[in-house]
Structure formats: structure tokens, C-alpha cells
């Protein structure tokens, strides 16, 4: 098996940098796993990985789950292939490989569209005594920004307070406000007193 390797820098930060080492046989899916791993981010987060040109244009997406609208008739014609949605599961990285230097987006989390650009470095035998994919080579930080948004819409709980304390609830004191002086038309607090003219 060979492996491919392939520089991976982040549109938002001049100084982040890495590079990532993939097996030829292997698919997009473990690729996005490797990538949301060394980042810290949420593996389930809707994203994708592009087929660009020189130019970083895409040509076909690549997504981590199946967004077709509809089930497709079973056809194995060339044009039904360009129509059908490609999952990264099902996706070999050498099938996609065309240019000794082919270039890639990898778009993480659609709602804020964090964009990576991939351009593969070298193609190489593979290391028996090693795992892939891995990271050959890291630079700079995560942003932080990044994941502190991708946490917040996977879900995560930023514990916002409304200032209102279960456990100091007592259903009994709501009871006890029927029976108040203020609600007491007899005591004087009767909303039916209200003279608008007063004021």
C-alpha cells in the first residue's frame, strides 16, 4: 500500500499547519475522523470534502452523510454517477486522485462553513510499522473560535441561567398567593379597583 500526504492549512490562520498521512486504499471517512480527532471537534458535524481544480475550485463534493433529496433509480450509467451524492464511507481516496498534487476543501460544519485547503505533497510506500491516517507534522493552535462554535451547535450546554432555582420551587406557594390579601377584593387589592383616571 502507498500512502498519500497532504498539507492541511485553515483559511482564518496564517500559522496553522498540518500534515496528514492517508492510505491509498482508505476512505474519506477515516480521513474526516482523523481530521476532527487532532482537532478536538465533533467527528458528527456535517461536513465535506471538495474535488478541486489547481485553483482550489470545486468540482464534486464528497459529504458525510447522504443529503440526496430523493432515492435514485439503481443505474450504473456514467451520468447517473455525476448525480448521485458521494458519502465518504463509501469513498476510496485513490479514486479521486488524478494530479500528483491534487488539491481539496474540506468544509467543516455548514451553519459556519470553516474552510481547510488540502494540496497532496508526495506519494510514498507505506510504513508497516505505523497506522494511518496520522499526523506527520503539526503547527499552531487550533482557533478557538472554531471549536467553541462547533461545540455549541453539536449541542453542548453553555448552562444559561434564567435565575429560576428547581429545587427552591414549592408548588405550595403558589397556593398560598390565592389566598393573599392583595388578590382579597374584600382586602382592597381587587384589580377591579383600578381607576384609570388617577392617572
Given amino acids: 500500500m502507498h500512502i498519500y500526504r497532504f ?39 456535517l ?5 478541486t481544480d489547481s485553483r482550489f475550485r470545486k468540482k464534486r463534493e464528497i459529504s458525510l452523510i447522504d443529503m440526496s433529496p430523493e432515492e435514485l433509480p439503481e443505474r450504473d450509467d456514467e451520468e447517473h454517477q455525476e448525480e448521485k451524492m458521494l458519502v465518504m464511507k463509501d469513498a476510496v481516496v485513490s479514486d479521486f486522485i488524478d494530479d500528483p498534487h491534487q488539491k481539496l476543501l474540506y468544509v467543516y460544519d455548514y451553519l459556519n462553513y470553516w474552510t481547510f485547503y488540502l494540496e497532496m505533497l508526495k506519494i510514498a510506500p507505506a510504513n508497516p510499522k505505523e497506522s494511518y491516517p496520522r499526523v506527520s507534522r503539526s503547527l499552531g493552535e487550533v482557533p478557538r473560535e472554531l471549536t467553541a462554535k462547533a461545540h455549541q451547535l453539536s449541542g453542548d450546554d453553555s448552562g444559561f441561567d434564567l435565575g429560576f432555582d428547581e429545587d427552591q420551587y414549592d408548588p405550595e406557594d403558589l397556593k398560598s398567593l390565592e389566598n393573599d390579601d392583595f388578590l382579597d377584593e374584600e382586602g382592597g387589592g381587587s384589580f377591579d379597583e383600578f381607576d384609570e383616571e388617577k392617572f
Avoid at 498521512?21 to 467527528?43: D, M, P, R, V, W
Avoid at 461536513?47 to 474535488?51: E, G, R
Fill in 47 to 51: 461536513s465535506s470534502f471538495f474535488i
Fill in 7 to 45: 498539507k492541511f492549512t485553515f483559511e482564518e490562520q496564517d500559522d496553522f499547519l498540518r500534515e496528514f498521512e492517508l492510505g491509498s486504499e482508505q476512505t474519506f471517512e477515516e480521513f474526516h475522523n482523523a481530521i476532527t480527532a487532532n482537532l478536538g471537534l465533533e467527528k458528527g458535524m
